[in-house]
Structures are given as structure tokens and as C-alpha cells.
């Protein structure tokens, strides 16, 4: 088979408004029922992220001494973000307590105001989106991860020969994404 042309390929790109990159996006994590959210200009801190995976397990029916395989459930691999840390820790602050909302407080007492479900019996969750922005800085592809919440929380180095940006990355759980462009 005889590859393209390459002036076919050009204006493949030229005509869906080029390539989609790779640094231009945003990302914005809004918790339900608490007031752990980030805030609209804590949002350009969010360093680095990925857009969501899925899988779908097969299952295997053995029929005949062969196995026959079938499509099985789907599930959702855990979703990371790189944050740059400022020097108030405003975001680190908000989300390790959001993780204390989640599982009582530090020393194991869990009460209506910490734990899991929160007054009314509210899961203490949240939405999380990443949103590709084109080069004419419009919205593009957005993708909604629903039910989410804080998992675990990096560790952040300190060292006397350092001289980046502190990050810290935090892993978040979810049930589904969904995508809408």
C-alpha cells in the first residue's frame, strides 16, 4: 500500500486547525458539599495532568476446550495531576483536608463533620475536568471525571541544592469520565 501523499497529510491538519498540543490546557477540580475546590486562579497551578484511560477487561468463557473471550467490565485507572505548590500551600492545605473529610481526623475520631459522608449524607466528593484548549485559546475536548476524590498525596522534597518550583503530585480516584468536545 503507497503512503499518502504528503501534501494529503498537510492538509489533513490544515483543515482540522492542526495538531492538538500537548501544553495547552486546564483543569478544574470542584468538590461537592465541602469547601475544598480549587479556586479559579489557584487552576493555572495544575503543572502537569493526562487525559483520562479506560479499559475493558476481557472475560473468558471456555466452551470446547477453547476460550471464547467477551467483552467485560470497564474501569478506570487512577488520574494524576502535578501541582506547583505556593508558598502559603493553599492547595495542599485544601486537599489534605479534604482527604481528612474522607477518612475522620488524624488521630481516628470520626464525627458528622469528618468522615466519609458529610451532614445529610453527602459523600464528600467531587468533579474534576481537563479541558484541551486550541491555539486560538478556545475550548476544545473536555473531559469530566465524576465522583472523584483525593486517594493519596505525594511527598514533597526539600534540599539546599534545589532551585525548581516546589510540585507535589495527588492522585485522585473516580468512578467515570465522560467527553464532550
Known sequence: ??????????????NGGGSARPNLFKVSIKATKTTQSFLADEEILVKATS??????????????GRAIKYAGFRTYENWTTTIINDEDFAIRNR????MRRLSGKLDGERSVSFGAYSQGGTYNEGVGTVTQVNKNGLDGAVYTMNNLWPTSIAA??????SSDFMTFDVEWCYDTW???K
Open 1 to 14: 500500500m503507497a503512503l499518502p501523499l504528503l501534501s494529503t497529510f498537510k492538509s489533513k491538519l490544515a
Open 51 to 64: 487525559i483520562p484511560s479506560s479499559t475493558i477487561a476481557e472475560q473468558a468463557l471456555n466452551y470446547g
Open 95 to 98: 486537599i489534605q483536608n479534604w
Open 156 to 161: 514533597m522534597p526539600v534540599a539546599w541544592d
Open 178 to 180: 465522560t467527553h464532550t
